[in-house]
């Protein structure tokens, strides 16, 4: 049950889970880019430095579990580098968008259920009031074989 | 021919679309999210209720006309989220985005003539003067079989 | 190296690179829409006119530094659509997101060798200090049969 009065930051060491480093760029790009009070993420994939933690199409060699763990650890990514970022996790008030891309065969039909492990880790981390807009689609590939990819834009605090 | 006196809600008595109730979230995700004078919706799909309208892949078992009435559907609960968000689709200012994602073969190439039927729509409703900016590609799957997704950004009206 | 005291219309004059004519719209959008300080362009594809360059998926038909000719052809459209829009270059303050979506085969794993080719043109001419925040993943197809496509969101100043 979520507690109101706790900030993100308490419910990320009540919740112990402990984030990774924060995901670096591996191309000409950067981790974020703020304009205005809205902050753009780049993807952030199912990884641990630049090695994917798994690797493999939904509907193939994985099975929808596998691509709920993957999302998680994206998810994690996140918020390390939300963290990184801002400062704070508190800093966060909005989860605008949530993208979720999943490499998945023709025949996949349950990305939802694949993108709810992120919405959940988001949630349950930076609050229910913060609860995203949510994209979610099969793509052929993605960067390094990982099975899954998080487009996130968040609304941040002065 | 589209008469500039006319509101967004005038227009869509005129043609005389009934709109769908508008679609619910399948998952821990809000059906839509507005951060200053930006209103992001959750991907439409060609669903009534929780269910697909239409299933398959675009150049499979899917034409392109097949592709279009499935695009058409998706904007139909683009507005009627819209209408539900805000009160009135005469609060709609611009439609800044709109990403048409096809379920799609490889070999598929006529992306833009399935894109057009969700622009059309969203365009004779809403107005000339609203039309969007584009992003349309083809995705290997989407939720629940749907041939087509929507992502929207909308600039609304305070 | 980059010398910051240049202007974008300064390094595009010195890397002597011809800019297109900005890419017209094939369907029922337009080039690009502007809300508040934030310019949202339709998607490029790797086009002259209205035809694709190259024609093909990667990893399939074509290879890596295809894909990366490909990225440096949309990115060149980028920047013809971005003058059209904005009369000069030194306009933009920032590229807030690129996404680059390469139609790739299940087992392609390098997309940001690909998108780096796009990543690096803009950066070259519209400075280190514009950098973007970046999406990359593979989609099953494009229109026109294009190998890649790039989203742009510009921060533009006044």
Redesign the interface.
Known sequence: MAIPSMTAEDRLAKIDVRLPDAPT?????????Q????L????MLATSGHAATV?G?V??NLDVNDGRRAANVAALNVLALAKKELGSLNRVS??????V?V???????????V??AA??LL?DVLGEET???????????????SPV?L?V?L?VKA
């Open positions: 760029p591996f191309g000409a790009y950067v981790p974020a880019v304009t205005g009070n809205l753009f993420l780049s993807g690797v199409v509907g193939q909005r989860v605008v968008r949530l993208g891309y490499a998945a065969t023709p025949a996949f039909s349950e990305h939802p259920k993108a709810d919405s959940e949630r609860v995203s807009s949510r994209l979610v689609f099969g793509v052929a590939s993605l960067p390094l074989g990819e487009e834009i609304e």
